[in-house]
């Protein structure tokens, strides 16, 4: 069936709250992107002028999409190399969604995307529409075609799961640039002790390289073992820089609102470290490097104002 212009302005209007719901839900944008598109495909398909609110059915096609997908990719990741990490979002990104709550800048945070990888599906659909989204129990129940009793249920274990997690600390841009430039201060000092000072004592560190850039498939558990880890990561050398392509310069930014190093050669995003900070220090340092990952993070460093690199000594 042929959309009118008045059908496809319909469709994008909703747009970019379907592509924050698909990214949540799936943790790629890549992924993400190709459910919205599968989305309109059904729009298309649909007799449009018998729906009566568009955003509820596209909402509901969309997420049973992504509920889909998620139980396919759960497989996927049991073969995946290394550990799996979700694609991070910098700065600006309009995947990123709503942030005008706390909830909502929570719910996109490296920490929870993470968090919400020990989810079942209708548990971490039920969060993402409910915390992220605030969509009413009544409409999400409609959504799941469950009841809504059981989602109210769903929700609270849910949240349970995530909030076992380590609380994180919001902060602002400045606060987060200052935490990164003292973080690589630390780590570029050729010595474990300021960062074993900035890291709180259980803290863990993990990379994904998907197969394509060396990364330790197991992660590294407390401060000592996370510091001498990064005191090596940040140590200059010829290997490393053939690898990566060049020297890369190492900047200070943010990722899914998350204080983040960002390293870039020749323009191109080549890894993004996101730190999760917490009341007690450096919680978790998660390395996403795979390359496959990080286009998204290119093009959008290539579209804003980065400011000046901190070292390019890597």
Same mark, same amino acid.
């Not at 599968?38 to 729009?43: H, K, P, Q, S």
């Not at 940040?234 to 290997?239: I, L, N, R, T, V």
């Given at each position: ?36 598109q ?6 298309q ?80 659909a ?79 560190? @993990? =990379?994904?390289g998907?197969?394509? %850039?060396?990364?330790? $498939?197991?992660?590294f #558990? +407390?401060?000592? !073992? /996370? ?6 990561l ?6 490393k ?23 870039? @050669? =020749?323009?191109?995003?080549?890894? %993004?470290?996101?730190? $999760?900070?917490?009341? #007690? +220090?450096?919680? !978790? /340092? ?29």
């Open positions: 069936m042929s959309l009118t212009a008045n059908d496809v302005e319909r469709f994008e209007a909703c747009r970019p709250r379907l592509a924050a719901i698909a990214y949540r839900l799936l943790g790629s944008a890549m992924e993400a992107e190709d459910a919205v599968e989305t309109f495909l059904r729009w398909a649909a007799d449009v002028d018998r729906v009566e609110v568009p955003e509820a059915w596209l909402t509901k096609v969309l997420t049973n999409l992504c509920l889909n997908q998620l139980a396919s990719a759960r497989a996927r990741r049991e073969t995946y190399v290394g550990q799996w990490l979700p694609e991070p979002l910098l700065a600006g990104d309009p995947m990123l969604g709503p942030a005008d709550t706390a909830e909502q800048r929570e719910s996109v945070s490296y920490a929870v995307l993470t968090l919400l990888e020990r989810l079942s599906p209708n548990e971490r039920v969060y993402v529409l409910r915390e992220a989204f605030d969509y009413p129990h009544r409409e999400i129940a409609e959504i799941l075609d469950i009841t809504e009793a059981a989602c109210q249920q769903i929700f609270h274990r849910a949240k349970k799961h995530v909030a076992d997690g380590k609380a994180r600390t919001e902060v602002d841009a400045a606060a987060a640039r200052r935490i990164v430039e003292e973080f690589l201060a630390a780590a570029a000092s050729g010595r474990t002790e300021p960062l074993v000072r900035l890291l709180t004592g259980d803290a863990v560190a @993990v =990379g994904d998907g197969g394509k %850039v060396p990364a330790r $498939a197991k992660a #558990e +407390g401060a000592v !073992a /996370v510091a001498k880890f990064l005191r090596g940040f140590k200059p050398g010829e290997a820089r053939a690898l990566l392509g060049g020297v890369p310069e190492v900047y200070a930014g943010t990722a899914n609102g998350d204080p983040a190093v960002v390293a870039v @050669v =020749g323009g191109r995003v080549v890894g %993004v470290m996101c730190l $999760a900070v917490t009341a #007690e +220090g450096i919680a !978790a /340092v998660r390395s996403q490097v795979n390359p496959d990952k990080l286009d998204r993070a290119t093009a959008r460093w290539a579209v804003t104002d980065h400011g000046e690199p901190v070292f390019n000594s890597m």
